[in-house]
């Protein structure tokens, strides 16, 4: 292989590194890129639970509509008096009753029991939103796992080709014996060694990518590298109003559920009449005649006490979820918005310093090395450095953007509206 010029390499590293420090969108914007928004709608057409979420309201409609129908009335035929002796031998004595009765709801049963489906359909809604929302985080944590490694890609292709450009240098200077053949050795395994994480960063690439396009429905993508930067509006002050948060939507369906519960046990306590009328026929004289009659159960044994008090237990339980969820979100929100300030500060840090000292020091480290002033090690120490940083860079803007996908999450920022550009 011809060895490439040095000062050259080492140059164009070293202005690779520098300009990772000030990418802008307009840098590095790409025609066609999937945005995170496209994503997201992409995502919500193509994941099966979504599908599984939507039946599941259906089915709660269809307990709305059922809830409200009323107990069936029934047809009745009674016959006596046939079948005996003398007299009664035979059809010829006999009475033959038809009659229709109908079952009477009282205590407001037939509305509590339309309460419970209502709100068995809210919370399936809420389901809904919870799991769209789910799609959503994973989608977006998906889709800065597929920009954050093509990001690290990048960075072990430059570690490789400073890694060769630092071979040939070497191998010159120990063609010259101006170092020993131990320095020689070194630089091939550098060389070796960044081979293998290019190969490791660019698996892990491809799995990214994968799963990025098992969420969205294998779509063909590009992705635009400058949406992996912080945004240029940065505002975390998330809203974390109860009623914006799933959870808490949830668990309050759950307390109108058990409510709407309570009050269809306590109109089950109340004993239901049955209403009958019907005709009479005596076969024996040919006459008619109008049968009515009312029947209702003695509520001796049973009054429903015990599923009543279990209802209105489940109630306060429910109002007691309610208020302990809302004191977790607001931990769990206030422990992301430190996380985010917290990684865009070490961002902001490593661009404005980290890197661009580590930068420096490896060109310093490479202009003495290659005046005899430093060894071989010291410029290997160097380019891990700067790689270190850099890497460390990209980790910390997908650990931002992960922890803004939590934060969304539990903020439902995408609950309704996914037509419009994300800022992102």
């Known amino acids: 292989m011809r060895p490439r010029d040095p000062k050259s390499s080492w140059r164009a590293f070293a202005l690779a590194a520098c300009g990772a420090l000030s990418l802008s969108n307009s840098a590095w914007a790409q025609e066609g890129a999937l945005s995170l928004s496209e994503a997201l709608r992409l995502a919500r057409q193509a994941d099966p639970r979504l599908r599984a979420a939507e039946a599941g309201v259906d089915a709660a409609e269809a307990g709305i509509r059922q809830a409200r129908a009323r107990p069936n009335p029934t047809l009745g035929l009674e016959v006596e008096n046939f079948g005996g002796q003398d007299s009664l031998r035979g059809f010829d004595g006999s009475e033959s009753t038809f009659s229709l009765s109908q079952p009477i709801e009282r205590g407001g049963r037939r509305q509590a029991r339309v309460a419970v489906a209502t709100q068995e359909r809210s919370a399936a809604e809420t389901d809904a939103l919870i799991a769209r929302l789910n799609v959503y985080e ?23 080709a400073t890694a060769e450009a630092m071979e040939a240098t070497v191998a010159r200077r120990v063609a010259a014996a101006r170092d020993p053949l131990m320095a020689g050795a070194r630089a091939e395994a550098g060389t070796a060694e960044a081979r293998i994480a290019l190969e490791s960063a660019r698996n892990e690439a491809a799995i990214a990518r994968a799963n990025l396009a098992s969420l969205i429905g294998d779509h063909a993508f590009t992705l635009a590298p400058a949406a992996l930067e912080l945004p240029q509006a940065q505002s975390h002050d998330h809203e974390t109003d109860p009623t914006s948060n799933p959870e808490i939507a949830r668990l309050r369906a759950a307390r109108a559920l058990a409510s709407a519960t309570a009050r269809l046990e306590r109109s089950r ?22 049968v009515a009659g009312l029947s209702i159960p003695f509520g001796i044994f049973d009054r429903n006490r015990g599923a009543i008090a279990r209802a209105e237990a489940e109630e306060r339980r429910a109002g007691f979820d309610v208020e302990a969820a809302r004191l ?8 992301l918005t430190r996380r985010l300030e917290s990684a865009q500060l070490t961002a902001v840090s490593l ?39 850099r890497q460390a860079r990209v980790e910390t803007l997908r650990t931002y953007h992960h922890t803004e996908a939590a934060l969304d999450r539990l903020t439902a920022r995408f609950a309704d509206a996914l037509g419009e550009e994300t800022s992102q």
């Open 328 to 335: 977790r979100i607001e931990r769990e929100a206030h422990a």
């Open 351 to 389: 661009d404005r310093t980290v890197i661009p000292h580590a930068a420096r020091a490896l060109d310093l480290a490479r202009d003495g090395y290659n005046q005899g002033a430093f060894s071989y090690l010291d410029v290997l120490e160097a380019q891990r450095a700067l790689t270190a940083a």
């Open 269 to 290: 306590g109340y004993m239901d009449p049955t209403v009958s009328v019907g005709v009479r026929r005596f076969e024996e004289s040919g006459d008619t005649g109008l």
């Open 138 to 160: 994973d989608v977006q944590r998906a889709y800065y796992d597929a920009l954050a490694t093509a990001a690290l890609v990048i960075i072990a292709e430059d570690r490789l």
